[in-house]
């Protein structure tokens, strides 16, 4: 027997697609919208709507950029340093970077991390294009901002060793241990990097 109108079923199913979403959460989302002014319910399936016709990517940084747009800014702008880039995983890395307030180069989307056990090899990346952008560009340094975990850290070992011969300065971003994490807790390639990368008092 039917217990709730097809309609708001197939709102719930829809919702429990979304990473992270169960189905309580996903039935309290599609009762709120319910519950709501119905323009609420218009303005979510209207922006929904405009994610895949208003938004592309970079060709050259393949960061996401409207679809007017031929280029990013964080990369066309004359007060970034393109011989300075962040090489991250995904777009929202490149938030999290903007928003410390304290990066003037570009940056580079990888769209992912190598892990073949997820058939994502080297090649289904934008490592070839980094390649032929530190070349055409001039990049004096690569900041390597992928995650410390083992997709993360092969990654980086892959990419470095792809400019084996160049001139280009390979760094990896500083990572150790958190504030408020005690030792025993942490994972052994936070506590690894924390010793490689310990510092005088």
Same mark, same amino acid.
């Given at each position: 027997m039917k217990v709730l109108p097809?309609?708001?079923?197939?709102?719930i199913d829809s919702m429990q697609k979304l990473p992270g979403v169960g189905p309580r959460s996903a039935e309290r989302y599609a009762y709120f919208l319910l519950k709501s002014d119905p323009r609420k319910a218009g303005e979510l399936a209207s922006s929904l709507a405009a994610?895949? $016709?208003d938004i !592309?990517?970079?060709?050259?940084?393949?960061a996401l950029i409207d679809k007017d747009e031929k280029i990013s800014p964080l990369y066309s702008s004359p007060s970034r340093n393109k011989q300075l880039v962040a090489v991250v995983e995904d777009p929202f890395d490149v938030v999290a970077i903007e928003n410390t307030g304290q990066f003037s180069g570009t940056y580079h989307v990888l769209n992912g991390l190598i892990s073949p056990i997820d058939g994502i090899?080297?090649?289904s990346l934008h490592i070839n294009e980094l390649v032929k952008r530190v070349r055409e560009d001039g990049v004096k340094e690569l900041i390597i901002a992928t995650n410390a975990s083992? $997709?993360?850290? !092969?990654?980086?070992?892959?990419?470095?060793?792809?400019?084996?011969d160049d001139k280009v300065k390979i760094t990896r971003l500083a990572q150790g241990m958190p504030i408020g994490?005690?030792?025993?807790y942490a994972d052994q390639i936070t506590l690894g990097r924390a010793i490689e990368g310990?510092?005088?008092?």
């Open positions: 097809k309609a708001l079923t197939l709102v994610l895949h $016709e !592309s990517y970079c060709p050259k940084t393949f090899s080297p090649e083992v $997709e993360g850290e !092969s990654t980086a070992h892959y990419i470095a060793s792809q400019f084996d994490l005690d030792i025993e310990r510092k005088p008092i």
